[in-house]
């Protein structure tokens, strides 16, 4: 966590100083998530459905590059830790009692690329619309496999592992509300909502012995709530 913050900060001073210029502006968010999935399941076996929401948390720099008084474009570098879970429970068709959750726990690069609308509404505050495109590339993920019927069946412990894809897109689109603290100081809160629009699941089969969970699409979603700063140069 330390390393990835001191990362982010050099970064964004190094960046501020090579492209410094009319309308450019550098930020730091910081931003809580809710996050859960969406599921198709392809295995007439069993029956799947989100374990629920979970909160996650991402921080990273931004550059800001303002090209009219009320529009603007923002790109982002975001470390982003996720948790999401999956049930799986048996079709009526299957005599055999499954009740299983598999948790996760996901580590992201995620680069989004917003489009902003910003029109004053009161001295020193406007009001915020964007929306956009994002890539997350997958750092680290693991996962506990709990039996719901025998909780002592499977390990506690989270285990790395190779069942999500490396890669996701999604679309985003939000609104929110701008501060002008300074002439070139800005704070900025913003919920977006976030849709991933590919699966983000792979054959499992080949896992670990304990995988439960078969055929298979998965797509992340989340709500996220962006908190930033901005500094006109």
Same mark, same amino acid.
Not at 21 to 30: D, E, H
Not at 129 to 135: A, S
Not at 186 to 208: A, M
């Given at each position: 966590?330390?390393?990835?913050?001191?990362?982010?900060?050099?970064?964004?001073?190094? +960046?501020?100083?090579?492209?410094?210029?009319?309308?450019?502006?550098?930020g730091?968010?910081?931003?809580?998530?809710?996050?859960?999935?969406?599921?198709?399941?392809?295995?007439? @076996?069993?029956?799947?459905?989100?374990?629920?929401?979970?909160?996650?948390?991402?921080?990273?720099?931004s550059v800001r590059?303002?090209?009219?008084?009320?529009?603007?474009?923002?790109?982002?570098?975001?470390?982003?830790?996720?948790?999401?879970?999956?049930?799986?429970?048996?079709?009526?068709?299957?005599?055999?009692?499954?009740?299983?959750?598999?948790?996760?726990? +996901?580590?992201?690069?995620?680069?989004?690329?917003?489009?902003?609308?910003?029109?004053?509404?009161?001295q020193?505050?406007?009001?915020?619309i964007?929306?956009?495109?994002?890539?997350?590339?997958? @750092?680290?993920?693991?996962?506990? @496999?709990?039996?719901n019927?025998?909780?002592?069946?499977?390990?506690?412990?989270?285990?790395?592992?190779?069942?999500?894809?490396?890669?996701?897109?999604?679309?985003?689109?939000?609104?929110?509300?701008?501060?002008?603290?300074?002439?070139?100081?800005?704070?900025?809160?913003? +919920?977006?909502?976030?849709?991933?629009?590919?699966?983000?699941?792979?054959?499992?089969?080949?896992?670990?012995?304990?995988?439960?969970i078969g055929?298979?699409?998965?797509?992340?979603?989340?709500v996220?709530?962006?908190?930033?700063?901005?500094?006109?140069?």
């Amino acid at each position: 966590m330390k390393k990835i913050l001191l990362i982010s900060v050099i970064v964004l001073y190094s +960046v501020t100083g090579l492209f410094a210029q009319k309308g450019l502006s550098f930020g730091l968010r910081a931003i809580p998530t809710l996050n859960w999935v969406s599921m198709t399941d392809g295995d007439s @076996l069993y029956s799947y459905e989100s374990s629920g929401t979970k909160l996650g948390i991402g921080f990273g720099p931004s550059v800001r590059y303002k090209f009219s008084d009320n529009f603007n474009v923002d790109v982002s570098g975001i470390f982003t830790w996720q948790k999401f879970g999956i049930n799986q429970t048996n079709e009526t068709t299957n005599p055999e009692v499954v009740d299983r959750t598999e948790n996760f726990k +996901v580590q992201f690069l995620q680069i989004p690329l917003n489009f902003n609308g910003q029109f004053d509404v009161a001295q020193d505050f406007q009001a915020l619309i964007n929306f956009g495109v994002g890539t997350g590339i997958k @750092l680290n993920a693991s996962r506990v @496999l709990i039996d719901n019927q025998d909780p002592q069946e499977f390990s506690s412990e989270y285990k790395t592992t190779s069942v999500l894809n490396f890669v996701d897109f999604y679309l985003t689109a939000g609104a929110g509300a701008v501060y002008n603290i300074e002439d070139n100081l800005h704070l900025s809160l913003t +919920v977006q909502y976030n849709n991933g629009i590919i699966d983000g699941w792979l054959n499992n089969k080949n896992d670990n012995v304990h995988s439960t969970i078969g055929d298979l699409s998965v797509k992340h979603k989340n709500v996220a709530f962006s908190l930033a700063f901005y500094i006109d140069l």
